[in-house]
């Protein structure tokens, strides 16, 4: 009951168990690395600041880019190696220190969240076909058409094919117009 219910202690201890391994610490420094490494170099540093110039209309300083391809990863790998090296059990307060199988379950939470990301990866992986520096440089790649989500703005219901935008500052208001007058009729 206190599990379904964190009503009393037992609900505290299962909320803390939860809190400190899957919520924070090496979940979220797994993600923060996976993900720096993606946008700083699959995705590509230079193509980042290109997406965030067409939005904004400016370009971000040429520290971004070395923030997106070095600093940041090197600091949540630094930070995930010594949070490893620094680790010990979980307090649950009160001189309590949580029982192996509490930890255990911790651990299992912590990968659960983060194995998706390998799992997929290599899923896409496996089922693209072509060799494997063509499915890379596939799976690396935009997709030729844009995404489902913007399939209302076309009449034909089929996806737009991908156009790179302008940035706003560039951007002609006639063709803004036609759009909203079209969504309305």
Known sequence: M?????????GLYVFQIYDHFSCSGAS?????????????WIYGA???SGNIRDMTGYSPLPV???CWKYLTPAVCTATFIFSLVRWSPLSLGKGLVAPVWATTLGWILT?????????????????????????FQRLCSPSEKSSMAFQHLNTNSSA??????LPLSEKPKDQIIELHQDKKT
Do not use: D, M, N
């Open 111 to 135: 990968v659960s969240s983060v194995s998706l990301l390998p799992i997929w990866a290599v899923y896409a992986l496996v089922t693209t076909p072509g060799t494997l520096p063509q499915r």
């Open 2 to 10: 206190h599990v379904c219910f964190p009503l009393g202690q037992g």
């Open 160 to 165: 737009l094919a991908y156009r790179p935008v």
């Open 28 to 40: 979220l420094l797994l993600l923060s690395i996976f993900q720096s490494l993606a946008i700083g």
């Open 64 to 66: 971004f880019k070395l």
């Open 46 to 48: 230079e193509r980042f």
